[in-house]
């Protein structure tokens, strides 16, 4: 399978503690991108790489959460210290490099669902 | 005010009725539109990207109205597996993100 990839796809943990998500992007694909979607809602962007470099993070990213693509392939979402209102899907997402103005397809992969007791 | 707003339905409709959605976007700088969907449990996908002038994939036709700010899906003689969350879907203002803002999705449900 050829497509993104994430791990875990489901994690339950007690409030309080760490946990760590990963994503595997389409091999060739230069942006990498990280969303939150909660029960009713739309997914809503937290944060997007373009190859290693982080170039914008949402409001929504606390400084509890953190996310690195140390190579620009993988990427890590890590949130500390978890709180039930952490619980949600996060979708991770990649695509080529757009144009100027240009928009290239964001292919998003089956979520990391996470529940904090 | 969401920055794109849908009604959450569900729609309930018998197969092969049309149904339509609508969708409305605040910024008027928004640069891309598109119709995503998304199954239950699932990741969302790329349905269709909407033009001004309107774009048709098989049943599926989509329509933007960029003066209104207003974005529509038509779906022509509805199938089982047409049921699914429905998202409305613009890029952020200024190309270089490329960040997709979504609506909260409306459920179509299709009844035999």
């Known amino acids: 399978d050829t497509g993104v990839s994430q791990d875990p796809r489901h994690k339950i943990t007690k409030r309080g503690q760490n946990v760590t998500f990963r994503c595997d992007p389409i091999s060739e694909h230069n942006r990498l991108y990280w969303y939150r979607q909660t029960l009713g809602q739309g997914p809503e962007f937290l944060t997007y790489?373009?190859?290693?470099?982080?170039?914008?993070k949402s409001r929504l990213l606390s400084d509890r959460f953190s996310a690195e693509r140390p190579k620009g392939s993988f990427s890590t979402l890590e949130i500390q210290r978890t709180e039930q209102g952490d619980s949600a899907m996060y979708l991770c997402a990649s695509s080529l490099l757009p144009g100027e103005w240009a928009f290239n397809e964001q292919f998003f992969g089956p979520g990391t669902r996470l529940t904090v007791l | 005010r969401k920055e794109v707003e849908q009604d959450p339905g569900p729609f309930n409709v018998p197969e092969g009725a049309t149904v339509a959605f609508n969708c409305t976007y605040s910024n008027s700088a928004s640069q891309s539109f598109f119709w995503y969907r998304q199954d239950c449990r699932k990741e969302p996908k790329l349905l269709m990207s909407?033009?001004?002038s309107g774009n048709e994939d098989g049943r599926f036709t989509a329509q933007l109205n960029r003066a209104s700010q207003y974005i529509s899906l038509l779906i022509r003689d509805s199938k089982l597996s047409d049921s699914a969350t429905y998202l409305c879907?613009?890029?952020?203002?200024?190309?270089?993100?490329?960040?997709?803002?979504f609506g909260t999705g409306t459920l179509l449900a299709v009844q035999p």
């Open positions: 790489f373009q190859n290693e470099a982080q170039l914008e």
């Open positions: 909407v033009y001004s």
């Open positions: 879907v613009v890029t952020a203002y200024g190309g270089a993100t490329n960040k997709l803002i």
